[in-house]
């Protein structure tokens, strides 16, 4: 693969793991994701760190070192700087530019982004690896869940619930979801949970996380967000296969 | 790694037939596609030929000359397939991809893609091998799979489907891959598999829905799968 528009000089291993990235997430290397997505969804990055923050409290997971595959702008990690220990030390990596580049303001001497491959760095462990909203978009996110697992203690997930009733009796649901996100691959909670536990992990906590209700868009969305919480009251696991605009969190082992 | 129940002997044990009780109407779709786009192809391969019964039935009502090779990873599925090859059909214990020269005029990729980790990269690997596709996939994705609480990975577990898919995501995952649609049609799988009277009684309602609008009644209650023609 070649990629003479980058405005910037690769070196071996970014060449390396250019080359080893699939056709259809080329999207995050040339500028058409952040196109797409001009905030990189920083929108949401305090909502993450917040889920992530309670699945560490319900745990009480103390991490020196917190890493996140997929970190985008980094607002995740720095919202997380702001409520761990001041010795806590964060990097965060992804394979877009465009991204790192709107990760680096964020930048402080225990804050750090790469633009790299996790899997090409050398020695790279972690007390906590974050994987939030990344599976999705992998091409072989089997591959990827077992090259992830050693990569530190505990791993906490975040899968957008794409497949819903109202998702599936739209003909563009789905479609919609791959031309603006990129999401190649969809999930109910279930497949999310038996994709960890086939490769090895041990699942120890998980909950829903109510996107739609807090981030409702268009007139849609806010029609819907009524129904969502109402019923999400009864049953958030119902809720989500049938209306949707759920995540699931996931701390895993 | 998921795939290797087919290596181990696993999916076997889950599936004994290996899906030959659906060869027949697989192979009569598969000729139904061929006289749709007026091919006449007369060297024809299949991916994943399992016990190697769409080839054969196949073989039973094409031209003589044709040529049929199917390919299987899975030693117990080319060990049933023997009893059905002869000199114009071999079953080879490989992976396509793996074959030098291989190049076909018409390449069977059925219920094949759903059980690939990376099907991405299978489409892109399979698509120089032959001049045309012909896919098929159960499409597991409606909304009455997603509304039953485990309905999928319950699917996952049974038959070691990896990915599910609508026809706008199945079609979508080929044109992703720069293939060309040429044509599709849907089958309706859970009529052909009903036995019995009072199963295909409860099949009404699905054809009744299909009737009025197939897209639809394909997501809101599944049970149907795609054909699929692309070069």
């Not at chain 2, 009569?28 to 016990?51: D, F, K, W, Y």
Request: proline share 4%; aromatic share 10%; hydrophobic share 40%.
């Amino acid at each position: 693969m070649q990629n003479d528009s980058l405005p910037f000089s690769l070196g071996p291993s970014s060449h390396r793991l250019l080359k080893n990235l699939a056709l259809s997430q080329n999207v995050y290397v040339n500028g058409e994701h952040l196109a797409r997505n001009p905030d990189w969804h920083v929108y949401a990055s305090a909502w993450k760190a917040r889920h992530v923050l309670r699945i560490m409290r319900r745990h009480q997971l103390s991490a020196h070192t917190v890493g996140e595959v997929g970190c985008g702008a980094g607002e995740v990690l720095r919202q997380l700087q702001s409520n761990l220990t001041r010795d806590c030390i964060f990097s965060g990596y992804d394979i877009s530019p465009q991204a790192i580049e709107l990760a680096k303001s964020r930048e402080n001497p225990r804050l750090h982004f790469k633009m790299a491959d996790i899997f090409q760095e050398p020695d790279a462990y972690f007390d906590l690896l974050l994987i939030l909203d990344v599976v999705e978009h992998v091409e072989d996110y089997f591959d990827f869940l077992r090259r992830l697992k050693p990569l530190a203690r505990d791993k906490i997930f975040n899968f957008p619930l794409d497949l819903s009733v109202q998702a599936l009796l739209r003909a563009d649901g789905l479609m919609m979801r791959r031309r603006t996100y990129g999401h190649l691959h969809y999930f109910t909670p279930d497949l999310a949970l038996q994709s960890l536990t086939d490769e090895g992990y041990d699942v120890v906590d998980w909950f829903y996380a109510p996107f739609g209700v807090d981030f409702p868009v268009g007139v849609k969305g806010r029609i819907m967000r009524w129904p969502r919480m109402l019923l999400s009251a009864i049953s958030a696991g119902f809720t989500a296969r049938l209306l949707g605009g759920f995540s699931l969190f996931v701390l895993a082992r | 790694m998921p795939q290797n129940g087919f290596v181990t002997g696993e999916y076997l044990e889950k599936v004994p037939h290996w899906h030959t009780d659906d060869s027949r109407w697989k192979a009569n779709c598969v000729r139904q596609m061929l006289q749709r786009s007026g091919l006449a192809p007369r060297l024809i391969a299949e991916v994943g030929c399992g016990t190697g019964e769409v080839l054969r039935q196949l073989q039973l009502h094409m031209d003589l000359q044709c040529r049929f090779v199917g390919y299987d990873i899975a030693p117990q599925a080319i060990e049933m397939s023997r009893t059905r090859q002869n000199d114009r059909l071999e079953c080879r214990l490989a992976d396509i991809r793996l074959e030098a020269n291989a190049h076909f005029d018409l390449l069977l990729i059925l219920d094949v893609l759903e059980h690939q980790e990376n099907y991405f990269s299978f489409l892109r690997e399979t698509k120089s091998l032959a001049a045309y596709k012909l896919f098929h996939t159960v499409l597991d994705l409606s909304a009455q799979a997603v509304l039953r609480k485990g309905n999928l990975s319950a699917r996952r577990r049974s038959t070691d489907d990896l990915h599910f898919f609508t026809k706008e995501t199945f079609l979508q995952a080929l044109r992703g891959e720069d293939y060309e649609i040429l044509d599709w049609f849907y089958v309706p799988r859970s009529m052909h598999r009903a036995s019995g009277v009072a199963r295909k009684l409860l099949q009404l309602p699905r054809s009744f829905c299909f009737a009025l609008n197939a897209d639809f009644a394909a997501r809101l209650l599944g049970g149907y799968s795609l054909f699929v023609l692309a070069k």
